[in-house]
């Protein structure tokens, strides 16, 4: 298995959480993970745990951390030596096939597109991130918020990356990929939009399932949602906003039915808690792929906790061992996607 | 009050459930209104419940209708005698105040942008749909859908557009108006929504309260949030679907969760029903604004039933006696939306 670099001192938690979050991967998945950052910070725990002599963790000191609510690319450029660049330079040089990054989203993309850098062909880099559907699956919405503006064939390149993606690592079969649009009918939307159907029903990499409105994201129709990085950002936190207003409604039907209500609530409480929460838990996935780079790139939530960060640890593994990048960069150079009418399109700009 | 026409003929539930919905907020309301349609179906409802000989109750006939699925350009061309149409050039002649339309939404921005006409100044008219908030009330997302593509222009007018609804249908003393972006810092986000923030801060109409992600919509913090109708559409559309994941992942637990979930289920049903499922409910509201012509409109939902209709109408009568396109046209022809900016960049269309 190739080596995963893991910024040990990104996120609200760090290092303690990443760390521990890294032995348990170790431990129940033989990964070989490289911690970078803070040697002295790092080694405590891994020895507090027991692992500081598992041959599979290596520590790679980072003597600087880019903080949330720094300016990332000033951040970048400022900080050579901050541990999500030092990870990402790890990829680059091959020596592992993957980092997982908690913390600032912004740095992690920059890190990804700077220090490990894009494949040859693609213009941007797109987050892809995984929204529990109707049938017990996920749909994996791409792009959910690594670009503000997109072109068309910035979203055709987000069908490819989320085609692999579906099939290699989540091992669908046939992924049906969707492009998020107003209506169903081809001639809906904006003028990108319908320019970026016609594409997709050209090439023959994969089946184009239509458009996919908003209310379908999460019926499971569809396996892959393609849409700009402003809509797909936006679309992404409304969820969870709305998660949030579901549960305050269900607080407060709970608190205005008196007795009845609240007894009900009790004896329903597990089986909330056993099904539907961990299924709109975004631990269990652990992290959003970007993807596009020549190495694997998973980006984690600032809140996570060793569990979130031990299942990101598994998907970049994942990642990494199918190869995204060549299957990506081979779809690229081929006949199937139409590209010469995406090679006119980018000669446009 | 003003008169309010009402397409007797649109939605699923067409003409009896329209004209049940007419004869309540008749008779709840005092509110006017004029049935638009097939006279020979419309009166026997009106006798059959005993307000044939309502003085507030109006039949207009109309030999046509425009259905769901047909194009609304073309069935609006071809169609002169279409109810809706009709109902539109009510509004337009100034014999009612408002009309209600339920049914395609196409059919009806059409209607409403050939019929009623646009308020002087305004480019494109917008949708305005009533998100519920945890704070109890709603916030407003202008345009929900009646324009895929916006410019920075379009944007700023449905900021105005909202304010004026917010502020005397709502009464909302001071609505804060927000930008949906993908961050809350002024320089996130598109081009497009970078140009509209600085815009937006330079008015003085309204306070605008800045950038509003996705997660914040529901929050209430906002009184209404700008986006464009692309982005608003599949908001709204998400909303939806998320509702219904919401739904079924309970369903699903409490099926997982055996007997105790199922008695748990059983006694909180009623208080769901009571509180929670009541501030979802669109029919509460009765139906989402078109704002930006020179009268009221209100397009409701295609499945719309008496109650719907009932609060539909008492939404269109308060656009219309609240004067909101006199308003719209006075702010756009004020100093304080700093219009010079607005017109410089209508030129360059």
Redesign the interface.
């Known amino acids: 298995m190739e080596k995963i670099a893991v910024d040990a001192m990104g996120g609200d938690f760090a290092p303690l959480e990443i760390v521990l979050g890294a032995i348990q991967a170790v431990r129940d998945f033989h990964i070989p993970v490289v911690l970078v950052g803070a040697e002295d910070q790092i080694r405590p725990i891994l020895e507090k745990n027991g692992a500081d002599k598992d041959p599979l963790i290596t520590v790679h000191h980072a003597s600087q951390v880019i903080a949330m609510d720094e300016h990332p690319g000033m951040a970048y450029r400022k900080k050579r030596d901050a541990s999500v660049s030092v990870g990402a330079r790890l990829v680059r040089s091959g020596e592992c096939g993957a980092l997982v990054a908690p913390g600032s989203t912004g740095a992690a993309v920059t890190a990804g597109l700077f220090g490990i850098g894009r494949i040859r062909g693609i213009e941007r880099p797109a987050i892809l991130t995984p929204i ?3 049938k017990g699956s996920y749909t994996y919405l791409i792009d959910s ?1 690594a670009s ?2 997109a072109k068309a064939v910035n979203l055709v390149q987000n069908a490819v990356l989320g085609y692999w993606y579906a099939k290699r690592v989540q091992h669908i079969e046939d992924p049906k990929i969707g492009l ?3 209506g169903t009918e081809s001639t ?4 990108l ?1 319908a320019e970026v159907y016609e594409l997709l029903e050209k090439q023959h990499l994969f089946t184009f399932a239509g458009n996919c ?7 499971g129709d569809f396996d892959v949602v393609v ?1 700009d ?3 797909g ?14 549960f ?3 607080k ?3 608190y ?3 007795l ?2 609240k ?10 808690k ?3 929460m961990k ?2 838990d975004y631990s269990e996935y652990g992290g959003a792929p970007l993807l596009g780079l020549r190495g694997g790139l998973v980006i984690c939530h600032g809140a996570s906790k060793a569990w979130a960060i031990r299942n990101a640890i598994r998907a970049a593994e994942q990642i990494a061992s199918e190869h995204i990048p060549e299957l990506v960069a081979d779809a690229l150079k081929g006949e199937s996607l139409a590209v010469a009418d995406l090679e006119e399109m980018k000669d446009e700009d």
Do not use: H
Request: a positive charge.
């Open positions: 529990p559907n109707k918020g503000a503006q998020l649009n107003i809906k939307g904006s003028p939009v409105e908003g209310r379908d994201i999460p019926t849409t990085g402003f809509t950002n936006v679309v992404l936190k409304f969820g969870e906003g709305v998660g949030g207003l579901f305050e409604l269900l407060d039907a709970v205005k039915g008196g009845r209500a007894l009900g609530a009790l004896l329903l409480k597990p089986a909330l056993q099904y539907m299924r709109i």
